[in-house]
């Protein structure tokens, strides 16, 4: 909890040092080119220094650790607008003042401009009480962190940047080249009015061959990037390293990158953590924003289903909006309204956006002098508390005999506008999907949660990117099992299977107790098929009629060629070939087998002791 700033208290700054990049770099993305601030590297990407970042965060660690004792009475980090932003608002409508050649420098040719404005990171500004100096002081030593003392509270409104260095008979404004009221910096200055005007776009249906098979649709939809396997970039890094991840990217014998969700414990001795998820559904804004923005939400959540969490409103995000307002054609409007959305939403469910980035330009040159304009694009990022972090599902099939249920949140509908489909043949329709209830959705979170809770549901997979269909092919071919669906739908068999509607998929064992659940909080339901054997193939049947008969390894090498393709760009071609041509075969489910029963290698009462090596 921050204490407000007294007059007295120390301003100090902790972590790396200033360096002349991002001059300007936090608003680049909002610039018309050619309006850039000159002087300085005004690329908005910082260099990161881990290292220096790891002695800051064990500075703020160790502090906490001391309870009531913490020296810290309010901290700022530096981002946008570096210590011009950030020194002002720590001290507040109290004022202070700033010695600017106190600041730590890495560069030592810099101006009072560019160290007052840069925007090297890792760095922090905190308040102080002077009594507890010293034990920052000492802590900080102690981590490897500078900390220096740059200013202090003063209590009569104004913030005054001088300088100490300056000549005594020099000018006012190179002795103080900062010396405004506090208000100045508190945004409450002439807000420039911005006029934006709604212009609406003209929409064409969606019209897609004739005599389309679904077989055909499907291998287009899964060779496009949101949809197929992400193996060309998950593969590149460790994804369990530190010994705390529960749950990472891939699952299954076939370690297919499918979970929509991560989750961490919080130490290596105890089973709480947190998980975080992505939503973002960037096709629904050519036609709405505002669904865009709804959709958006239902995904994160639909993920998020997966793993019992503390509770519905513990859910935080961070939302990162990519969008050009500024571009003609009723952006501006379309940004408004997405927001809007986004805020109403969040209400409806009780969850909030506590944070984010906004690159408001988004719109360039090229080389022949053609406007080209950034798609609006928003990305969710939401993180939760979770009790347990054993109490969660994955979306891979894992036993013969379970059912498949489809939780439906759609309403009833299958609209295909900004669909997978729509994308890989070249249009975007008229009508996409959107949410029709926060509240039925809430009730969704609600029943999934007390199911996965109870173990009622081993699997679970959402509807997105490629429809229903591709939700229930890649829970197939990453489980090794094959299905028998049998889907009745007023609706033509390509939308049926291939709307992006909202609504996830469960296995279970017990499809009577799951029903009756879900019908308890008032979700609509239906049992669409049978988890077959392992290596069986994929069954769909629609209104009674197949519509597609495939071997697992044939759709599993599908799914995964536009991602095995890249790889071959990036990595030796050889061994990436061969991989794909061996997921065409068929696939021997791993024969793990322990020689051994496991056991403790050693058990020692009492207390052990240790030596932690830091540096």
């Keep these: ?68 004792n913490n020296p810290i ?37 810099m101006s009072v401009l560019q160290i007052f404005v840069c925007e090297a990171q890792e760095r922090n500004v905190v308040l102080v009480r002077t009594e507890n100096w010293s034990v920052l002081k000492e802590i900080a030593a102690r981590e490897s962190a500078v900390a220096m003392v740059v200013g202090a509270v003063i209590g009569d409104g104004q913030v005054v940047l001088f300088d100490a260095n300056s000549a005594p008979d020099a000018p006012d404004h190179l002795q103080s080249p900062v010396n405004l009221p506090a208000t100045a910096f508190d945004g409450s200055g002439v807000i420039e009015p911005v006029h934006f005007t709604r212009q609406d776009r003209r929409l064409e249906p969606l019209h897609l061959p004739k005599g389309l098979t679904v077989l055909e649709a499907l291998q287009r939809v899964f060779r496009l990037m949101t949809v197929g396997s992400k193996h060309f970039l998950v593969d590149k890094v460790d994804r369990s390293v530190g010994g705390r991840v529960a749950q990472q990217q891939c699952v299954g014998p076939f370690h297919l990158p499918l979970c929509g969700y991560g989750l961490t414990a919080h130490s290596l001795t105890e089973h709480r953590g947190t998980a975080f998820a992505h939503g973002e559904r960037h096709r629904l804004g050519f036609i709405s924003p505002a669904a865009q923005a709804r959709m958006s939400v239902v995904e994160m959540l639909q993920k998020l289903m997966s793993v019992v969490i503390t509770d519905l409103t513990d859910i ?107 994308q890989v043949y070249g249009q975007v329709g008229d009508h996409c999907p959107d949410l029709a209830s926060s509240k039925l959705l809430k009730q969704a979170f609600a029943a999934v949660q007390e199911m996965v809770a109870r173990g009622e ?130 696939q021997r489910w791993p024969a793990w087998h322990l020689t051994y029963i496991p056991s403790p290698s050693f058990r020692r009462r009492g207390q052990a002791k240790v030596a932690v090596l830091r540096a």
């Design 316 to 422: 935080r995000f961070s939302g990162n909006w990519m969008w050009p307002p500024l571009a003609e054609g009723g952006n501006g409007v379309r940004l408004h309204d997405a927001a809007i959305a986004l805020s109403e939403i969040c209400v409806g469910l009780g969850i909030a956006e506590d944070g984010g980035k906004d690159s408001i330009f988004m719109r360039t040159f090229d080389n022949k002098g053609r406007l080209v304009v950034s798609p609006g694009q928003l990305v969710l990022a939401p993180y939760v508390t979770v009790a347990d972090v054993r109490r969660k599902v994955t979306p891979e099939l894992k036993e013969e005999g379970n059912s498949l249920i489809l939780v439906d949140l759609s309403d009833g509908n299958a609209r295909m506008g900004g669909s997978a489909l729509a």
């Design 1 to 68: 909890v921050k204490s407000p700033p007294a007059k007295g208290m120390l301003v100090v700054q902790i972590g790396g040092p200033a360096y002349p990049i991002g001059i300007g770099g936090g608003s680049f993305s909002s610039k018309a080119p050619g309006n850039e601030v000159s002087g300085g590297d005004l690329n908005a990407i910082q260099r990161p220094d881990p290292a220096t970042e790891r002695s800051l965060y064990n500075v703020f660690r160790r502090c906490v650790e001391l309870g009531s």
């Design 457 to 586: 549901v081993v699997s679970l997979h959402g509807r997105s990117d490629g429809g229903l269909i591709t939700t229930l092919v890649e829970m197939a071919i990453a489980g090794g099992h094959g299905i028998d669906v049998r889907l009745d739908s007023v609706h033509q068999t390509i939308p049926a299977l291939f709307n992006e509607e909202a609504g996830v998929v469960i296995e279970t064992a017990q499809p009577g107790l799951a029903q009756m659940t879900l019908e308890r909080f008032g979700v609509p339901c239906q049992v669409i098929g049978k988890v077959q054997g392992r290596n069986d193939p994929v069954l769909i049947r629609h209104n009674g009629t197949s519509v597609l008969y495939e071997i697992l390894e044939v759709l599993r090498s599908q799914w995964s060629d536009t991602s095995s393709r890249i790889d071959e760009t990036q990595s030796n071609p050889a061994p990436i070939r061969a991989e794909r041509q061996q997921m065409s075969r068929t």
């Design 73 to 109: 009475e309010s901290s700022h980090d530096l981002g946008a607008g570096g210590s011009a932003n950030a020194l002002p608002e720590i001290v507040g409508k109290a004022g202070g003042r700033i010695a600017v050649k106190s600041l730590p420098v890495g560069d030592t040719g």
